[in-house]
């Protein structure tokens, strides 16, 4: 059976560490857009420590891949950074899953795959996007289960993937234009991309829809994503839209500078202490804008589990809370807009709380972007070097369109699980998701679409809903490594037409 997993972040890359361990006939081709296996989170660099500790980051599956070749487990209770992260637990695990490629040794376990016998077990095509994913010759209107047709189940997935140049990876990539190439006969696809990519951005105006001039400001600053840029000091304005790394690679852009930024989540939290953390090697001020009410944007857990993460919402509120914080921005938006006012002196942290970005602009140099925000019922104007845009992710719905994914209204996640979500949330009193530390995967059944053997794991499945943690996706990857060992058990048994596993 030939599975592909797009998207080497923790989550595809445990799905390819639980189906290798599942079956010997499985074989499993990873796809990556980054130029190195899991690039988003080697993007946040040394800037984002994870909250939670490797006992959470590491599955059982990793686990024993490292160490049936001999290969350390990090600390199960350090919290690593997105560096080391990378480094001591993904890279070590994709040299592990190498060694599927081995010739059996004849030991139990090691047959070699009925199909396809002398082919690795396990590939990464890294630099390699994935732009569609198709089902034979079935066009998405053709075949639809509902209707008793079984046809799908029977027909191999095939994907179109772009040449991702290597001067670039990671968040951007899309923007590079490689050549294409079609990749066929995959029996089981894992769609494991996760959000997080300045291409899949929420917008920053009212409702989520995007500030005025936002999308030309966009374009017009491309490709200002994070690590671009990264050897020069910034020529004009920068707007991110994932977390820069402040502290090592996109410490440039922030340095001296004046900067706005904008989101109330924990990456915008962790941006604020790591801005403060550089002390007088960091912005020359910082406006802050959150958009609900109150000067304490987190709510913080009584005994919250993650004590890390603690940590960071109070050092967070107390940024905002600063009693020595001048207003960093200019309140005569007239004056603002003439272009004599807002840079100020000191070094400064400024909150606005019930803030929302009305509009975006540049300056004719384009060395600033204008910011207006409406807060208590007046509209003000920020002129600054820097703009931090983090305000959440949506899913890229484009890869799955000609399958029947079956996306939730709300949360444009795969529906089963969605709506297990939200039954969830609604019985908790919440509306998106609670703590995360609460979430558990529900159960295999909520892992199937209408697609047989098409899976969207990880942080995708969660969508728009910011809860996903990875114990969660590792149970998820558990799951389907068994429904899809059953399918690959059967298949050696009765032939490949025998099983339909995944099918909802
Ligand atoms: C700043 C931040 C901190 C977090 N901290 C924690 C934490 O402490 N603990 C925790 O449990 N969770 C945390 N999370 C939540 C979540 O666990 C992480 O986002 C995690 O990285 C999700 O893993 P994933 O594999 O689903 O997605 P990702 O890590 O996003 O991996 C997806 C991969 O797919 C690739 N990709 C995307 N599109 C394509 C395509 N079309 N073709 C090919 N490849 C593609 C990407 O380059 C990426 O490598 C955090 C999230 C963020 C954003």
Redesign the pocket.
């Known amino acids: 059976m030939r599975v592909a997993i797009?998207?080497?972040?923790?989550?595809?890359?445990d799905v390819a560490a639980n189906l290798l361990a599942a079956h010997p006939s499985i074989r499993v081709d990873v796809?990556?857009?980054?130029l190195t296996?899991?690039?988003?989170?080697r993007e946040?660099g040394e800037c984002?420590t994870?909250?939670?500790p490797n006992e959470?980051?590491v599955s059982p599956a990793m686990a024993a891949a490292l160490e049936r070749t001999g290969r350390p487990v990090a600390d199960a209770r350090a919290?690593p950074t997105g560096r080391e992260y990378v480094e001591q637990t993904l890279e070590p695990l994709v040299d592990a899953l190498c060694s599927y490629n081995a010739p059996p040794s004849g030991g139990a376990g090691d047959a070699a795959p009925a199909d396809g016998a002398s082919a690795p077990r396990f590939r990464v095509h890294v630099g390699?996007?994935?732009?569609s994913i198709g089902r034979g010759r079935l066009r998405k209107t053709e075949a639809v289960a509902a209707d008793g047709d079984a046809r799908r189940a029977a027909e191999p997935f095939h994907l179109l993937v772009r040449d991702v140049p290597p001067h670039d990876?990671?968040a951007g990539?899309?923007a590079r234009r490689g050549a294409q190439r079609y990749e066929r006969g995959f029996d089981a696809v894992v769609d494991?991309?996760?959000?997080?990519?300045a291409e899949n951005a929420n917008g920053l105006g009212e409702g989520g829809v995007p500030a005025l001039g936002e999308a030309d400001v966009d374009a017009a600053l491309r490709p200002s994503v994070a690590g671009a840029n990264a050897e020069h000091a910034p020529p004009r304005a920068q707007l991110f839209r994932t977390?820069p790394d402040a502290l090592g690679r996109d410490r440039a852009a922030f340095a001296g500078r004046t900067v706005c930024l904008v989101g109330a989540g924990?990456?915008a939290a962790?941006l604020a202490v790591a801005l403060d953390a550089l002390g007088a090697d960091g912005p020359s001020s910082v406006l802050w804008l959150t958009r609900a009410d109150g000067a304490a944007p987190y709510e913080r857990l009584a005994a919250d589990p993650l004590p890390s993460r603690d940590a960071l919402c109070a050092r967070a509120n107390a940024l905002c809370n600063r009693a020595d914080a001048p207003a960093a921005v200019e309140p005569d938006a007239k004056r603002a807009k003439a272009g004599d006012a807002v840079a100020p002196a000191a070094r400064h942290f400024a909150h606005e709380a019930g803030a929302t970005v009305v509009q975006l602009a540049l300056d004719g140099a384009r060395a600033q972007i204008e910011v207006t925000y409406a807060t208590g019922g007046a509209e003000r104007v920020a002129r600054v070097d820097t703009l931090v845009a983090l305000v959440g992710y949506r899913p890229?719905l484009q890869?799955a369109r000609e399958l029947h994914a079956h996306l939730c209204y709300a949360s444009e996640g795969p529906m089963k699980l969605a709506a297990s979500l939200l039954k969830a949330s609604a019985s908790a009193g919440g509306t998106s998701g609670g703590d995360?530390m609460s979430q558990a995967a529900p159960g295999a059944g909520t892992l199937l679409t209408p697609e047989p053997r098409f899976f969207v794991?990880?942080?995708?499945s969660y969508a728009r809903n910011p809860a996903?943690?990875?114990?969660v996706?590792f149970e998820q990857a558990r799951l389907v490594a068994e429904l899809l060992r059953a399918d690959a058990d059967a298949r050696s048994h009765e032939g490949p037409a025998a099983v339909v596993a995944g099918a909802q």
């Open positions: 797009i998207g080497a972040g923790p989550i595809g890359l796809f990556e857009r980054g296996v899991a690039a988003s989170v946040w984002v994870l909250f939670t959470l980051n919290c390699a996007l994935v732009e990876g990671g990539a899309r494991a991309t996760g959000t997080y990519d977390i924990y990456s962790t890229d890869l995360c794991l990880g942080a995708k996903f943690l990875l114990r996706g």
